[in-house]
């Protein structure tokens, strides 16, 4: 049985396609620059060859049909035909406060999905265009939705409500909404697992630094707060996206500059982050080579970024009593040391103290590692994340009729003995490239 997932940006799709009865991804790949010329698809099946081919795709259901063509190649894919695949896994960024969980979805989840656009346009559009392309090529399979604000439906009032009037919430869905969901779900389950503890009992900071960053607490296993609000503009400093702003900062450019609503908004989305710091870098490579170059904006930009997810987490530690554990991950979190480093240090009156050679060496998407000094009261985890699997899996309990709530629902990766086959095999190159990871990998209890 094959479950298919798409992530459809505004220019892209990725998908993964994974055999449910073997477990274990059969292929991964992406569609780029869809809907902009010279459009092309890049595919990684198991045991084959990465495999490119240019084909324009003007639209999201062109762009699927290549991704099914793809997969049914009789050189490059990996099932026989299109009836393998017997649900597919889409990625919502905003479900509004309507949905706490993962659905099937329906013409009225879709009108719900329409309502909220305005909240994320930079995401929503394009995977409802995703989604409507999908159900054309594969209209007989069920689709299901899959939210990044569903996990964060359990926040308190106290956490979601802004200090707004009060009608802007009940007229106009004005509150904090909190992205990156299935992130922060598949990392949570992870580290109750490498606590060896009931994930109902565990409180947790959860870094997910990306080009896109958030940073969330849960306690007693749910989402008590987080970073992102009404949209993912607030926040922690990421790529090209400001987080958090005076209010009055785009009225004062508005009449300083004459710019529009739009033209600000615009500027804070995209042209804001590490890139308005640096005023060139996005990618924290770039940046920490600019850095070792003496590129004082670069450095500027690094510190801002750091300062900004130090005072999130002792904020959370202040708002959940007991941490458990520290956890980072995503791109950055679980591949850059230098920011994670810049982060930790001077963190040791709050008990969370980190090793600086295990950090050094936390450099894997393939494994949990725990880089925490022997004498930090809190673990401090690495946690590859892993999105793709949560979506795979919720799409399969739906189709199956099975699947609830998270916190009456059991994913495979809760297990203490759950295994990723892919990841495991990757570790093995991970190892003879950097054989000191050994020392730091941690298991589930």
Not at 205 to 229: P, Q, R, W
Not at 287 to 304: N, P, S, Y
Request: some cysteine; hydrophobic content about 40%; glycine content about 8%.
């Amino acid at each position: 049985m094959v479950i298919l997932t798409l992530n459809c940006g505004s220019s892209s799709a990725k998908y993964q396609v994974y055999d449910w009865d073997a477990k274990e991804v059969l292929a991964v790949g992406i569609v780029e620059r869809v809907t902009q010329g010279n459009s092309f698809i890049t595919h990684k099946a198991k045991g084959k060859e990465e495999y490119t081919l240019h084909h324009n795709c003007p639209n999201h259901t062109e762009a699927v049909e290549l991704i099914i063509k793809t997969l049914t190649d009789p050189v490059h894919g990996v099932i026989h035909d299109m009836g393998m695949i017997k649900a597919v896994g889409h990625r919502v960024v905003h479900g509004g406060s309507k949905f706490t969980k993962s659905v099937i979805v329906t013409d009225e989840v879709m009108k719900a999905f329409h309502e909220v656009s305005d909240l994320a346009p930079l995401h929503n559009p394009a995977n409802i265009m995703g989604i409507e392309a999908a159900k054309k090529v594969l209209p007989n399979v069920p689709h299901c939705a899959i939210m990044d604000t569903a996990w964060h439906q359990t926040m308190p009032e106290s956490s979601y409500l802004y200090a707004v009037p009060y009608d802007w919430y009940e007229q106009h869905a004005v509150r904090r909404y909190g992205f990156h969901g299935t992130s922060f779900l598949y990392t949570s389950k992870r580290a109750a697992a490498l606590l060896g503890k009931d994930f109902h009992n565990v409180n947790l900071i959860i870094a997910h630094i990306g080009n896109g960053s958030s940073i969330n607490a849960v306690k007693n296993g749910c989402s008590f707060d987080t970073s992102m609000g009404l949209s993912p503009l607030e926040g922690l400093v990421m790529g090209t996206r400001s987080g958090d702003v005076d209010p009055a900062v785009p009225f004062y450019m508005m009449r300083k500059t004459g710019a529009s609503a739009s033209e600000i908004e615009n500027i804070l989305n995209k042209k804001s982050g590490l890139l308005g710091i640096t005023g060139q870098y996005t990618d924290r490579r770039d940046i920490q080579a600019a850095v070792e170059k003496g590129d004082r904006r670069a450095e500027l930009a690094q510190d801002v970024e750091a300062y900004r997810l130090k005072k999130y987490i002792g904020a959370y530690m202040a708002a959940l009593g007991r941490v458990d554990a520290l956890v980072f991950t995503a791109g950055v979190g679980e591949m850059a040391p230098f920011i994670r480093k810049k982060v930790l240090e001077g963190l040791e009156g709050l008990g969370i103290v980190y090793d600086p050679e295990k950090n050094a060496i936390a450099r894997t998407r393939n494994a949990e590692t725990n880089i925490a000094a022997s004498n930090s009261k809190i673990p401090i985890f690495i946690i590859p994340t892993d999105e793709e699997l949560v979506m795979t899996e919720d799409a399969y309990a739906l189709m199956a009729g099975t699947y609830d709530i998270h916190t009456n629902f059991t994913y495979t990766f809760q297990s203490p003995d759950y295994v990723n086959k892919a990841r495991a095999e990757g570790l093995k190159n991970d190892l003879v490239k950097n054989p000191a990871l050994a020392s730091i990998l941690v298991k589930a209890k």
